[in-house]
């Protein structure tokens, strides 16, 4: 079998740095699995690597799709494997980076993504109820049929709450129970899954307010109006990601610019704790590796994943 890294790891816990000096020294090509950076123009709000960070290591998968599209995971599967494969046929190593945790996983394991069918009117159907009732009165109806996903889905993620919904209406069975059974399946690859984790969560969570701090200060209130003002729909996809979503509802005058940093704040944690049991419950051959403990250091790092490839 061919040989596939894996870092993972939650929000700002140092992938993109530590990945980089691992690909340098394998000279492995880098496979972003971010649900975010993949949108041209996020730039700020996703902590987008920049040409420099790279340091000459190949990216894939950033970038690559207009803000504007209806962007899916199986879109991302299809694309991401071909590079996967691409990578491999020319005897290098793919290192797949990332903390969007399904999307890892639909790339190491042969995962059915089990598309929609063409009848979309269940989905309009839940789309209009949101918008009369909210999106929490959405999300209460996931936890009378499937409370796992009604568990794990923030209500805010209405493109999931509805997929999960769809998935049960189609199946009669929880999207949960199917999640379950795509997990056993075994690993396409030789894959070796690290995920970089703090001892000490505090320390995480410090370094992901100083993360928001930073996206405020580099202008990430412009980039949202860019962003609308080229004609991304404020309900599209991409803009549901953390950080766009409170930033749009600071500039429709819903919450004070105070209250938008802390939403952003409080959401980034939520997301991290999710990210962390994600991995935990999903990924038993994983090897963590707390670099908090490891002062931080990007070779040290390196060391560790290095000799345990």
């Not at 079998?1 to 990945?19: D, E, L, R």
């Not at 491999?88 to 993504?113: A, C, E, H, W």
């Not at 998935?167 to 999207?175: A, D, E, G, S």
Request: charged content about 35%; overall charge negative.
């Amino acid at each position: 079998m061919n040989k596939v890294i894996v870092i993972a790891g939650p929000t700002a816990s140092g992938k993109t740095a530590v990945s980089i000096e691992v690909a340098k020294r394998l000279d492995s090509e880098i496979v972003s699995a971010d649900s975010v950076q993949v949108y041209k123009k996020l730039d700020i709000g996703s902590a987008k690597i920049t040409e420099d960070e790279k340091q000459n290591v190949v990216h894939h998968m950033i970038d690559i799709v207009d803000p504007i599209s209806d962007y899916s995971m199986a879109d991302f599967k299809e694309l991401a494997d071909k590079e996967i494969e691409d990578i491999i046929s020319r005897n290098k190593i793919p290192m797949i980076v990332g903390g969007t945790g399904f999307y890892i996983q639909s790339l190491i394991r042969d995962i059915n993504l089990n598309e929609e069918d063409d009848d979309n009117s269940y989905r309009l159907e839940l789309e209009k109820i949101a918008s009369e009732k909210g999106n929490e009165y959405v999300h209460e109806m996931l936890k009378e049929i499937d409370e796992v996903s009604y568990e794990k889905i923030h209500a805010n993620n209405l493109k999931r709450v509805i997929r999960a919904l769809e998935y049960y209406k189609k199946n009669n069975k929880p999207i949960s129970l199917h999640n379950e059974e795509e997990k056993e399946k075994d690993y396409k690859y030789d894959t070796k899954f690290f995920v970089l984790y703090f001892d000490d969560r505090e320390k995480l969570y410090e370094r992901c307010d100083a993360r928001v701090d930073k996206m405020i200060n580099d202008g990430l209130i412009d980039e949202v109006e860019d962003l609308l003002a080229s004609g991304v729909s404020k309900d599209g996809t991409a803009m549901q990601a953390i950080g766009y979503k409170e930033v749009i509802e600071y500039l429709e005058d819903k919450i004070t610019k105070e209250e938008m940093i802390t939403k952003i704040k409080t959401n980034t944690r939520h997301l991290v704790k999710r990210q962390y049991t994600w991995f935990k419950h999903q990924e038993e051959n994983a090897i963590w590796i707390a670099v908090d403990k490891l002062n931080y250091d990007i070779k040290k790092i390196a060391d560790e994943i290095i000799k345990n490839i």
